[in-house]
């Protein structure tokens, strides 16, 4: 597989970047989340793109980036919630899915055939900077072929996908390391979709308590159905034990002695910190020869819901 150029953000390489969208290429975009697979979300060629080079099933839609609040609001009805949770949480980890105006300029193969629009502004310094060079919304799944552990590093993006994409920007780590919260707001009760960078804490303070998508309702989070984020390596959940074959992914300050390989996503036990190394370290845990990864449980409190969450989707039969 070829590599792809990896360039430092510099007013360059931006500008480069910009001028591949415009070619209807993708390039790997930084984001403070995960990295991104990033296309023009105005061509249908560039969005069908996405999905091939991912390999993902055309009935999982796409986040439509954008660089503020009145750049979504040319693309899908924001409502009062949707304004007060974008001043509150934008730019930021927090996507917000909402109806696709009737002169939405996005791809309706974003969409993937649903009437709503999921949007995101991101915090990352570089990706802002793409989106204000590009001046149109940039459509970006996490830059990983499906099912694969998301990429946080730029270099996780060209181990997975190649010269698929022109470029990587090179963004450094991401700072928070898991996907952004999805928040569905077509629903009178905001349902939570993916918990995710946004901690439905704080998003409980802004519009009240979430509800979860009823019980098979599959249209609604079509992106959480399967096996998702998963590691080569079989996952073992709620480890308190290790076995000398395994690789042990810890949280805390009590972990279990003797696994082939330990890697502690937070010995001081902050959720924060997990969240930046969870899909690092299950890379690195899956390249250590074990027989499998046994993960320890986190809080099911601030970001340890939405790191809880990847690993029992990485957990789940394939
Ligand atoms: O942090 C993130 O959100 C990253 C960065 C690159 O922004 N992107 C990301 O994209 O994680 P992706 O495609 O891997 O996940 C998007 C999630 C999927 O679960 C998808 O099903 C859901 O958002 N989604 C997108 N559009 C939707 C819609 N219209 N209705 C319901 N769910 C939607
Ligand atoms: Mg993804």
């Excluded at 569905?184 to 519009?207: K, M, Y």
Aim: net charge positive.
């Amino acid at each position: 597989m070829t590599r792809p150029p990896i360039l430092e953000p510099t007013a360059d390489s931006i500008s480069r970047a910009a001028q591949a969208l415009r070619a209807g290429l993708l390039v790997g975009l930084p984001t403070e989340t995960v990295y991104g697979l990033a296309g023009d979300a105005t061509s249908d060629r560039a969005v069908a793109a996405i999905f091939a080079a991912k390999n993902r099933p055309e009935f999982n839609p796409l986040i439509a980036h954008v660089a503020d609040a009145a750049a979504a609001r040319l693309l899908v009805e924001f409502d009062g919630r949707a304004e007060r949770l974008a001043q509150r949480f934008w730019p930021g980890a927090l996507t917000l899915v909402l109806k696709r105006r009737a002169d939405c300029p996005v791809s309706l193969l974003c969409s993937a055939g649903l009437d709503t629009l999921a949007v995101r502004c991101p915090a990352h310094d570089a990706a802002r900077a793409l989106l204000k060079a590009f001046g149109k919304p940039l459509a970006a799944p996490s830059a990983n072929p499906s099912g694969q552990v998301s990429p946080t590093t730029a270099r996780h993006v060209a181990d997975g996908l190649g010269d698929k994409v022109a470029l990587v920007i090179d963004g450094g780590p991401c700072a928070v390391g898991v996907e952004s919260t999805v928040l569905d707001l077509t629903v009178a009760a905001p349902a939570l979709l993916r918990p995710g960078g946004v901690p439905e804490e704080d998003l409980a303070a802004i519009v009240g308590p979430l509800t979860r998508p009823a019980e098979g309702d599959a249209i609604k989070s079509p992106g959480m159905l399967a096996s998702h984020y998963a590691p080569r390596l079989p996952l073992r959940l709620d480890a308190r034990d290790v076995k000398p074959d395994e690789a042990l992914l810890a949280f805390g300050p009590d972990a279990p002695q003797g696994a082939r390989m330990t890697l502690n996503l937070s010995a001081r036990g902050n959720v924060v910190e997990a969240a930046q190394h969870l899909f690092d370290y299950l890379r690195r845990l899956d390249a250590s020869g074990a027989r499998a990864i046994a993960a320890m449980k986190l809080p099911e409190r601030g970001l340890g819901r939405a790191i809880n969450d990847r690993l029992r989707r990485a957990a789940a039969p394939r």
